[in-house]
């Protein structure tokens, strides 16, 4: 927050951008359902031994009279009601239109001009998809030591090709390996990745 609020401060002062390069860790991966151990199990543990952010921030505050501890637990509760409320709200809902994310939702934004914006076809036959599928469900063999949790994905992988189900993940496998497979280079770049912070991507790792 003194980082946040000196660059609010500069920037207020002399008109000049600022870049907070800010140095982090994920509690859990990419999401509360991802396991970053299977690629990180070592750095994994020493954050599961470490303090929450929360209770760092809390401990500081009730030192420092800032706050007490049942301030602290009332301030808790309300906002885990109101998580609450709004997961038994969104219950009742069970509508979902993409445009409700959309601040402007552009009705055009698909539409074509017969050039670069034109989809072409990029499909490839299912004796494709089911061979790349098996080919991301199975690991090395000789002696491979597997991770517990990478084989039941590679099972689950496996038993979604016999069913003929693609969920995200396994589509994004098999897109990339259909381009590898016609000698297309495929680069994986950005945050996440090639370290294995999104498991289905253990395979890259």
Known sequence: MQVCHAAAQ???VYHKDVVIDLVCYRRNGHNESDDPKFTQPLMYQKIDNHPK???I???KLIGDGVVSEEEYQEEVAKYE???EDSFQAARENPTFKVESWLDSPWKDV???DG???SIKPTGVEETVLVHIGYAMSTHPGGGFTVHGGVNRMLKQRKQMVDDRIVDW?????MAFGSLLKDGVHVRLSGQDVERGTFRFRDCAG
Do not use: F, P
């Open 10 to 12: 500069w920037r207020h």
């Open 53 to 55: 952010s929360l209770s």
């Open 57 to 59: 921030y809390k401990d």
């Open 81 to 83: 009601q109101i998580c």
């Open 110 to 112: 698909n539409k074509g």
């Open 115 to 117: 050039g670069m914006l």
């Open 169 to 173: 993940a396994l589509g994004e496998g």
